[in-house]
């Protein structure tokens, strides 16, 4: 079983600050030459693995070993886009990291052997980097930079690739170590009931239950009032005098944004976490936002969602739901679990049209709920069928009413 490990990084000099940035700066342009030279081949009609992987240009910035790490990494994203053309016409070929304009997205892979971490109470990461650029950060030929930071591992077990992410809301670096865990050792199959939420846009939280309840959180409303700000705040960006950054009514809408996002995320948490208590659920399993994230194929509904969900915010808060309520709640990776059939567990047969999944051996269900039943599966074995229909909820701008309460 593959779980994620996040901690923060915390360049404590400037030095290493700049450092960091350079590397996920060099790694992102390694990305976006090597995908531009892809792409170049692949609508041309070439094959796409004769493409220069750009690994002398980069070494020795980002040394050899992750030079070849973000290579694979790039060659991942196109075989599995080729895998879901096969299914579905409209993927598209594997994206830029960013642009010109609004910047690259600074991301970094490491492999297993290309770092090292150290918790305590000096807790600090060690990577490799570059035979050229050592001298100018005063390091040996031998000597790997170290880095401080914080966190709290959940996971032990053998460590695997490591993603260093630098988030621009919060100015930090933020770091997921994947982790694979003894099945046996793990605390949380505790044999008692569990949820799973899958967490998307259309409907912010699809959730299924080991005993067959099925619950829909409605996105449509929230994500209208969300989009309706975001083009206010657009336009009076675009109305900025030269020079300018923001005004007082930017940050006024910023603020009103995020506030009616919160509240009504906060209540659909307070709402869920009740039902679920009133059902005997002992465990929440909640997909891994950042693969939510990195799923979606649009650039635009990519930034969207990254927005919406604000880093974190969601799984903090509903952290601490679970904690005063003892219930546990375990993050776990998706892997495809939105493309995955639960019947007869294939995920190239599957297509996925709207809200629908279906698949070849005759599967059909709705598409969030059914990624949410998988994820559940996944985690504790074979489910029930569902017992009945699953319980819609709208947002009113005050609670989360269910579609089926008379409304007076
Ligand atoms: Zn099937």
Known sequence: MIRTNEFVVMPETDQDRELLYRL????????????????????????????????DEYKGLLGSATAETMARVNDRAWRAFFSRRGRDSSAQPPGYWGNEEDGRDLRLFLRNRAYSLQWGQYSRIEFTVGREIKPEYGLTPNERPRV?????????????????VYDDLTNGFRAYQSVTVDPKLERSSNGGE????????????????????????????????????????????????EGEHTSKRINRLYRRRSSRRDHCVDALLRDLVERVIDDGIQTIYVGDLTGVVRRTPWKSTNRKLTEFWANRRF????????????????????????????????????????????????????????????????EIGKLPRPMARPVRFQWDNHRWRSTTDATA
């Open 194 to 241: 569990a949820a799973a939420l899958d967490v998307g846009a259309v409907n912010l939280v699809a959730c299924a239950t080991t005993k067959g309840v099925q619950f829909l959180y409605d996105g449509t409303r929230p994500w209208e009032q969300f989009e309706a700000t975001s083009n206010a705040i657009a336009q009076a960006q675009s109305k900025l005098p």
């Open 315 to 378: 799984t903090d808060r509903l952290g601490h739901l679970c904690d005063e309520h003892g219930i546990e709640l375990v993050t776990v990776q998706e892997f495809d679990s939105s493309q995955e059939c639960p019947d007869c567990g294939t995920v190239e047969g599957t297509t996925r049209d709207r809200d629908r999944l279906r698949c070849r051996c005759g599967y059909e269900g709705h598409a969030d709920l059914t990624a949410a039943r998988t994820l559940l599966s996944r």
């Open 24 to 55: 996920l700066d060099g790694a992102a342009s390694l990305w976006n030459q090597l995908t531009f030279a892809r792409r170049q081949q692949f609508f041309d009609g070439e094959d796409i693995w004769a493409a220069d992987r750009f690994y």
């Open 148 to 164: 401080p930071i914080h966190g709290n591992p959940k996971w032990k077990g053998t460590q695997g690739e490591l993603q260093i």
